[in-house]
């Protein structure tokens, strides 16, 4: 009998239920409930202990998932809002209650918080590379359609404009944006009928952006969506592959010289296909806009762990962690100040400037105590923190420790 085929995803059952875990974790459990030993009572820690090559800090994302995670447990846990700047050794969230309530939870805790955050973190970086221009998130191809919504929503908190999946869009309430294919020119086999259809077609809000390396040389594609398209073209975008990209600011150069020489001033060129940060930053004096998606989807990753850093109520971690539960005061400059919980903080340490605490409980006994933010809040506190970051030269300073 033939095999039937499926799709290899966990549901929400399999995740709120446990069973989403390794099994090491149902292991543990099953001897400390054999000795009556799963009431003990801990606080464990999310952090990291470092950063990838060149990273001074990370954003932190995917907390709400983690709150539907643990809504109706009885635990209390405290976190960072969500969208916030952190960096290495800081806790972007608390966990208490007994160990046998959550423990079995931890993969499905750091595996929400830690791809989400990869993935905000390098939004983050490829906005700042783009110095206030537009970054569209084009990068669901790369990922499986399950986890396309979270992955589009972690990129958009992190910084991007906005994204191209269908799916995720709708869930935050967006509309998705995108071009055309490649595939509409090679099916009509005329990349002149693809953009007349593509106008005749698309509503007026859909902005004309021209895919203009199918079949010829960029600049002359350029040239001819222009000519065709007139003053209904709003840009061109290129999607040259690195294969056969050569100097793609060249290239960049060109177009826009053979479109301005020709009366197109008004077109707007978009580049797209195996961009990062560093691509970013060395077009972005030419180019108006980005779509930026492998770099995204697949980013060095934010180790985030989940460490028990105190049992009944007294210091205790494995080695080479901070015993002890951690708070973070901040300033407005971004300046960090970690301390014993409990511990209270005025001043900051750097500039002496004022501070807040950034843990703030989310959950007491398993109930909601604080509001969600929507994903367009938290983009823009995002946004707001990197601003500081880049003009204060923020991203220098390490968190001060204070025992």
Same mark, same amino acid.
């Given at each position: ?73 009885? @635990?209390? &846990?405290?976190?960072? +809002?969500? /969208? $916030?700047?952190?960096? %290495?050794?800081?806790? =972007?969230?608390?966990? #208490? ?72 869009? @709708?869930? &935050?309430?967006?509309? +998705?944006? /995108? $071009?055309?294919?490649? %595939?509409?020119?090679? =099916?009509?086999?005329? #990349? ?80 797209? /296909? ?130």
């Amino acid at each position: 009998m033939r095999r039937k085929p499926r799709l290899y995803i966990a549901d929400e059952r399999a995740i709120k239920s446990g069973e989403a875990t390794d099994v090491y974790f149902l292991r543990a459990k099953k001897i400390l409930d054999n000795i009556s030993a799963s009431a003990t009572r801990v606080v464990a820690e999310v952090h990291s202990y470092g950063f990838p090559n060149g990273y001074e800090w990370a954003v932190f994302t995917g907390l709400e998932e983690v709150v539907y995670l643990l809504e109706g447990l009885p @635990v209390d &846990l405290y976190a960072m +809002p969500e /969208g $916030t700047v952190f960096r %290495a050794m800081e806790p =972007v969230a608390r966990i #208490e209650g007994a160990y046998g309530d959550f423990g079995v939870f931890e993969p499905a805790i750091l595996g929400m918080l830690r791809h989400s955050t990869s993935v905000s973190t390098k939004a983050a970086r490829v906005k700042l590379a783009a110095n206030g221009k537009p970054v569209l998130f084009f990068g669901i191809r790369c990922i499986h359609p399950a986890i396309s919504p979270m992955v589009d929503r972690a990129a958009y908190l992190g910084g991007c404009d906005a994204v191209s999946g269908v799916a995720g869009a @709708v869930m &935050l309430e967006l509309e +998705p944006t /995108g $071009t055309m294919p490649h %595939a509409l020119m090679l =099916v009509l086999g005329d #990349e002149k009928k693809a953009w007349k259809l593509f106008h005749e077609v698309m509503p007026e809000n859909v902005p004309r952006i021209a895919l203009v390396d199918t079949f010829y040389d960029e600049r002359v594609e350029a040239l001819e969506a222009a000519e065709t398209l007139g003053k209904n073209l709003y840009g061109v975008r290129l999607d040259t592959p690195s294969s056969r990209r050569g100097n793609i600011r060249k290239i960049v150069q060109e177009v826009r010289w053979t479109l301005d020489i020709h009366g197109h001033r008004h077109v707007k060129i978009f580049v797209s /296909g195996g961009l990062d940060e560093k691509n970013v930053m060395e077009l972005v004096d030419l180019v108006d806009g980005f779509g930026v998606g492998t770099s995204i989807a697949f980013p060095p990753s934010i180790d985030l762990a989940l460490d028990i850093v105190e049992k009944n109520g007294k210091p205790l971690s494995k080695r080479g962690k901070l015993p002890g539960g951690k708070q973070v005061y901040r300033c407005e400059n971004l300046h960090d100040t970690v301390v014993p919980w409990g511990r209270v903080v005025e001043r900051c340490g750097v500039c002496g400037g004022r501070v807040e605490p950034l843990l703030k409980q989310v959950l007491s006994r398993g109930e909601i105590v604080s509001d969600l933010p929507d994903a367009k809040e938290i983009r823009e506190r995002v946004l707001g923190q990197l601003e500081k970051l880049v003009s204060a030269d923020a991203s220098r300073w390490g968190p001060v420790f204070i025992g």
